[in-house]
């Protein structure tokens, strides 16, 4: 593994021809969710099935938690009081309409990023998946949807629909694109119900969505990291 600074971010990259991100293979960049650490999904490069050559790319999220000796971060701040609540009493949480503070400079931050890894490792956007697990994965959602870099995919672990409003007349320019989209029965800090309305809306746009449902909670467990890997192969092979 190495590690760099792409547009400010830490970036961390394994994978490849030289586990250092070295080679011309494609490359699939995921970020991780609130209060993980910048290495948490790291060790998902040893575990998908992925094309040989394929690089990964795990940028850290810019704000620090200091959740005690935790290298707690976040993409955005979230409403940790009413996260709680909802997750306590059972309540449904619809964030569909919400368009977080900080989500749009987040947005730019991945941004620099990919313009600076480009060049950094040798790629172009149309050899990326982008993708990320819960925030991360909002994330991608939001930086697919208002741009036009033509990525090869769009992955989605235990994510939802945010920003309706702003979203929903964006996908159908995305039209074909692939994605994956992955969530548990019992997700009790996303639920379940949410998940496949944002999968309806994609697929109505005209996407291509590989939907894999489980019965567990908000996690990424063998089985999605199994038919993940599958669906890189697929997209990648094109």
């Known amino acids: 593994m190495r590690q760099e600074t792409l547009g400010g971010l830490t970036v961390r990259i394994t994978g490849g021809s030289d586990g250092n991100g070295g080679g011309d293979g494609p490359v699939v960049c995921l970020m991780h969710g609130f209060g993980a650490s910048g290495t948490d999904l790291v060790p998902l490069g040893d575990h998908l099935h992925a094309p040989a050559g394929t690089r990964f790319v795990f940028p850290e999220a810019p704000i ?3 959740m005690g000796f935790w290298d707690a971060r976040a993409w955005w701040m979230i409403d940790m009081e009413g996260l709680e609540r909802a997750v306590r009493t ?6 569909s309409d919400r368009v977080p503070d900080g989500m749009a400079g987040a947005r730019e931050q991945i941004m620099a990023m990919l313009n600076d890894l480009m060049p950094c490792i040798g790629c172009a956007a149309q050899h990326i998946v982008l993708g990320g697990f819960s925030q991360g994965s909002m994330l991608a959602s939001d930086v697919v ?3 036009q870099r033509p990525f090869t995919g769009l992955a989605l672990l235990s994510t939802t629909l945010l920003a309706q ?6 996908i159908p320019a995305r039209k074909g694109l692939a994605v994956f989209q992955s969530h548990g029965h019992s ?5 379940y119900p949410l998940a496949k309305r944002y999968r309806g809306h994609m697929t109505e746009a005209g996407l291509t969505v590989d939907w894999i ?3 567990g909670g908000h996690e990424i467990p063998p089985r999605v990291l199994e038919r993940l890997g599958l669906f890189l192969q697929r997209v990648f092979a094109r």
Do not use: I, K, Q
């Not at 409003?165 to 964006?170: A, I, K």
């Open 90 to 95: 059972g309540e449904f949480r619809d964030l």
């Open 145 to 147: 949807w208002r741009t």
């Open 187 to 191: 997700d009790p800090l996303l639920p």
């Open 64 to 66: 620090s938690l200091a």
């Open 213 to 215: 449902d489980f019965p």
């Open 165 to 170: 409003h702003e979203w929903l007349p964006l």
